[in-house]
């Protein structure tokens, strides 16, 4: 947990201020029952109201100073911990977006989710707590039995007895508690991954009328939840009473001992009542102290699970310096004898000696069966992932050598599965580039045929897009993605896919819009439909993760049996006479 390190060396003056807040609280506290215990005793005793009324007041000005550190205490308490809250939630989201896609694999997403909102609630509790009763409920503990001791050290023996099987069971407390709430937190993991999925996926359970099957699947881990929750707060509670039986016991035997004791003389009254509501408050705070480690358990539990997202080390490392660009080599990339294997998978690698070039100002397509490894191929390209074994180079340079953020401001990618923020239009098509001109992103919707449907709607470009992009069409949608990708103005453009919901007509003003745009720029197109790449300078044919063929359409025709099917399958027709390229 050295991650809190952090967050202690920027917070402890605060924190020491509440401490000191809650001292002088404690001190106010631990007086009164021996002020009490000299009312009794003196005023009462002796019938001098005079006595009695001075000590009340007293009594009343420690109370009044008592309360003022009480508020001065969660004033600090509360503006301390929520400040904490917020900066460990924001470096663990940061934390998040700075790992590379083969460390955020390691999680699963829903995971990540619990960690960022639950995780560090419970931290962030325990943290509000320290400065609230966690350490107020030790001083009165041990201020309690100081001062009993003092009061009678005959009676403190009860104490004695007490107070190390009180400590008995909070040890037990916590060596069991642990565990059960690091079950209730991967529990609750399972139902925000099912709440996650449900919610993603809703319109195709209710297109195949899953509602039953969704309700049964989310009762179980609901089920599974509240069992595991349950069974934790059951075990839990049996420590309380536990702590409260105990305590009793020694007030009882307080009453017992004290009272043979004033009847033989050798006791006041007042200190009777003074060691009872001495031990009262070492009931309270012992309680206290057993809900303190109940909640240090979660909290434990909690931070542990955001220490691993912390201790991540990023697979991905580069040269100091290295920049994306040689002079003559702008937009070129070559995969030199290039293997991967996604962490933790068993077989065979997904991408098997990958050999091929990409000259700059080229468009070259990539065409394969489902499954052949072509979008982790270019995943490849802007370090999502790094080679197993091989060498990827874009203008010239290993992709290892060059820091992420720096190669991909060089590369806009269009994915497979489209994605649009909630938002506007406008502050989505900016994210390619932010300082973009209006003029520069009506250009690039109107090369990705965007424009026409953005300038028929009543708000134009500030149209606000729902969640996911569940106003637009699946089409509008991949061409709004188009458009984002084209405001970056990059020098590798990397289609996935991206026109698999477009209409052949808008696609081929697309293509020929981009055929203009890309003069200047590589751009791989990876398509399902053979048509997409028919007029690409060369296209990359995949086969089960292997490069079975690179060439012209004419030439792999006739040359690459792989192409040769796709072709047949999709057209319909037997290959065209072989017309060699002049």
């Given amino acids: 947990m050295s991650f809190l390190q952090k967050y202690a060396r920027k917070h402890w003056r605060s924190f020491m201020v509440a ?45 009044g100073l008592g309360a003022i550190a009480a508020s001065g205490r969660n004033i600090m308490a509360s503006r301390v911990s929520q400040k904490f809250g917020a900066e460990l939630r924001s470096d663990l989201f940061a934390k998040i977006q700075s790992l590379s896609f083969e460390s955020v694999d390691k999680f699963d997403r829903a995971s990540l989710v619990t960690r960022l909102t639950n995780d560090v609630t419970q931290v962030q509790n325990f943290t509000n707590g320290m400065m609230r009763i966690f350490v107020k409920a030790p001083l009165i503990c041990i201020g309690s039995l ?49 709440m996650r999925e449900y919610l993603s996926g809703i319109r195709v359970v209710k297109a ?10 989310f009762d179980g881990v609901n089920r599974e939840y509240g069992q595991q929750a349950t069974t934790a707060m059951r075990v839990m509670s ?6 409260m039986l105990l305590v009793n016991f020694g007030i009882v035997a307080v009453i017992w001992l004290g009272g043979m004791r004033v009847d033989a003389g050798r006791m006041e009254v007042g200190s009777i009542i003074a060691f009872i509501n001495y031990m009262t408050q070492i009931l309270f705070s012992l309680m206290m102290i057993s809900n303190v480690f109940t909640m240090f358990v979660r909290a434990k539990a909690s931070a542990g699970r955001i220490g691993e997202v912390f201790s991540q080390q ?10 994306a660009v040689k002079a ?76 992420p953020g720096r190669l991909r401001e060089r590369i806009a990618v269009v994915p497979q599965k489209t994605v649009l923020f909630t938002g ?60 984002r990708a084209l405001v970056r103005n990059p020098e590798i453009l990397i289609l996935d896919d991206c026109t698999s919901a477009v209409d052949v007509a808008t696609e081929a003003r697309i293509k020929e819009s981009l055929r203009k745009y890309a003069a200047n720029l590589t751009c791989l197109i990876i398509a399902q439909r053979i048509a997409s790449v028919m007029d690409a300078d060369r296209i990359v044919v995949l086969d089960q993760g292997q490069v079975v063929g690179v060439g012209r359409h004419g030439e792999l025709l006739h040359s690459c049996p792989v192409y040769r099917e796709i072709y047949q399958s999709q057209m319909g027709k037997e290959m065209p006479p072989y017309v060699p390229a002049t």
């Fill in 19 to 63: 401490l000191l807040f809650l001292t002088c609280e404690a001190i106010a506290d631990l007086l009164q029952p021996t002020i009490m215990a000299s009312i009794i005793d003196v005023g009462v005793a002796n019938n001098d109201m005079d006595y009695v009324l001075r000590l009340g007041g007293v009594m009343l000005l420690i109370t």
């Fill in 146 to 194: 100081i001062l009993a001791t003092r009061l009678n050290p005959q009676l403190a023996v009860v104490l004695a007895v007490v107070v190390p099987l009180v400590a008995v069971l909070i040890a037990l407390n916590m060596k069991i508690g642990f565990p059960l709430f690091g079950k209730v937190q991967r529990a609750l993991d399972r139902v925000n991954g099912v």
């Fill in 208 to 217: 195949f009328n899953r509602y039953d099957y969704e309700m049964n699947k």
């Fill in 238 to 243: 049996i420590f309380n009473p536990g702590i």
């Fill in 314 to 323: 990023d697979s991905l490392t580069w040269q100091e310096g290295a920049d």
């Fill in 328 to 403: 003559g080599e702008r937009g070129s990339i070559e995969f030199e004898n290039v293997s991967f294997s996604y962490s933790g998978m068993s077989g065979d690698p997904v991408l098997k000696n990958v050999t091929f070039s990409c000259k700059a100002g080229e468009t070259v397509g990539i065409i394969g069966s489902t499954g052949s490894g072509k979008t982790t191929l270019v995943s490849l390209i802007p370090r999502f992932y790094d080679a197993t074994s091989g060498t990827v180079k874009v203008n010239g340079v290993d992709v290892k050598e060059i820091e």
């Fill in 424 to 483: 506007t239009v406008l502050e989505n098509l900016q994210m390619g580039r932010e300082d973009a001109t209006r003029e520069e992103i009506e250009q690039a919707a109107v090369m990705a045929e965007a424009h026409g449907f953005i300038a028929a709607s009543p708000e134009g470009y500030g149209s606000r897009i729902g969640q996911g992009g569940v106003n637009f069409s699946g089409g509008q949608k991949q061409r709004l993605s188009i458009a």
